[in-house]
């Protein structure tokens, strides 16, 4: 019985390394798709926040020399209302891009830890399983043993 004993030790640690091992190496791999998609989605609302700023600086420019061939200066009172009006809705969307971006790398990052969660119990769950079989096979010869 020892050396039965000995062996299903020494299969439940091999298995349960391995297991282990995949775990990890599924979880390198979620890790790096999810900072990958992050870094994308980050990158595409930064290069859209900058293009809609270029995109307001040009409209501003447009609408200064306008008031200036108007002879009524680019700056000041009704000059600045009309170009806080223009800038205003752009950087509420900016912000508006910014918080959805958020969210969405909320998302990958809490499927990631999900999936870090799955990982983890499908390492220990067929361990725990080959050591309840292996158990209830050694209650009978163990209780044997005991009378």
Do not use: C, H, W
Not at 10 to 35: E, H, I, P
Not at 41 to 55: C, L, N, V, Y
Not at 122 to 140: D, M
Request: glycine content about 8%.
């Amino acid at each position: 019985m020892g050396s039965t004993a000995a062996t299903m030790a020494l299969q439940v640690g091999m298995d349960f390394l391995m297991k282990q091992q995949q775990a990890k190496a599924s979880n390198r791999t979620a890790q790096a798709q999810a900072d990958a998609q992050s870094a994308s989605i980050t990158r595409s609302q930064e290069i859209e926040a900058r293009r809609k700023r270029d995109a307001l600086k040009r409209i501003t420019a447009t609408q200064r020399a306008r008031f200036g061939a108007q002879g009524t200066g680019g700056r000041g009172g009704s000059a600045d209302a009309v170009l806080g009006g223009l800038a205003r809705p752009i950087e509420e969307d900016i912000e508006n891009s910014r918080l959805i971006a958020g969210d969405r790398v909320n998302q990958i990052q809490n499927g990631l830890n999900q999936t870090k969660r799955v990982n983890l119990l499908e390492a220990s769950s067929p361990v725990r399983r080959l050591i309840y079989s292996n158990l209830r096979k050694q209650i009978p010869r163990i209780t044997s043993l005991l009378d």
